[in-house]
């Protein structure tokens, strides 16, 4: 698909991003349905939809705080955003000296990673197409981030399952929630997955949930 897009300037820290976003996602989606329609591939629509082309509250709000953590907890960390959409926080953290990761499943998005990495001289942030509903790394993180993922009732068991496969030993992972439906059940079944978690109420309007592995006895 062709975006009409536009460049915005976002403030973390004392940074300034600059980030390729999506004009009018709501426009992006009326004409991607009229494409899909015209091909007899209406059912593309939400595999295709573009909301990776704007920044949400709850990915801003997820930047912020691992800006917040500072170098000492991201230099030289093994770092995978997953659903990372326009991936300002993998940005953050390869600002703070980590080997960041993006991973989403949107074909469009490594062309948009791609284009806000020129935008931004001086990060490197690598790319990976990945399911982590169903799909596997071959290696483990030292943080995984997530931002407004748990959207339906089958994701929270299936987000705790990988990160429990995911994280290295010492590994942390966080997701900001806006308050969905299914936050809780994540940090429920975080137990059955031999990881520990807590949450933790934001002022930005949301929940942010902490996984670590379960330290032995």
């Known amino acids: 698909m062709h975006y009409q897009t536009r460049l915005s300037e976002v403030r973390i820290g004392p940074r300034v ?9 709501e426009v992006a989606i009326d004409q991607m349905f009229a494409e899909l329609e015209s091909r007899g591939a209406e059912d593309l ?9 704007t ?11 691992v800006w917040a953590q500072g170098a000492p907890a991201f230099a030289g960390r093994r770092v995978l955003e997953l659903g990372c959409g326009l991936a300002l926080p993998s940005l953050v953290a390869a600002h703070l000296g980590a ?3 993006a991973s989403d499943l949107h074909p469009d998005v490594p062309a948009f990673l791609e284009k806000n990495l020129t935008a931004n001289p001086g990060l490197h942030v690598g790319y990976t197409a990945l399911d982590w509903r169903n799909g596997t790394v071959t290696e483990t993180y030292d943080w995984i ?8 009732r089958h994701h929270p068991e299936s987000l705790v399952r990988f990160l429990s ?3 290295g030993a010492t ?11 299914f936050w809780e059940q994540a940090k429920e ?3 059955h997955f031999g990881l520990s978690a807590r949450a933790e109420e934001l002022d930005e309007g949301g929940v942010l949930l902490a996984f670590e592995p379960e330290k032995s006895a």
């Open 17 to 25: 991003y600059q980030l390729h976003t999506i004009e009018n996602v």
């Open 145 to 152: 981030l997530a931002s407004d993922v748990l959207y339906e």
């Open 45 to 53: 629509l939400e595999e295709l939809c573009p909301y990776f082309g």
């Open 99 to 101: 080997h960041a990761t």
């Open 189 to 191: 079944q975080a137990r």
């Open 55 to 65: 920044l949400w509250p709850a990915g801003q709000a997820l930047a912020e705080w």
């Open 165 to 167: 496969r995911s994280l």
């Open 171 to 181: 590994g942390r992972a966080v997701v900001f929630d806006p308050r969905r439906s």
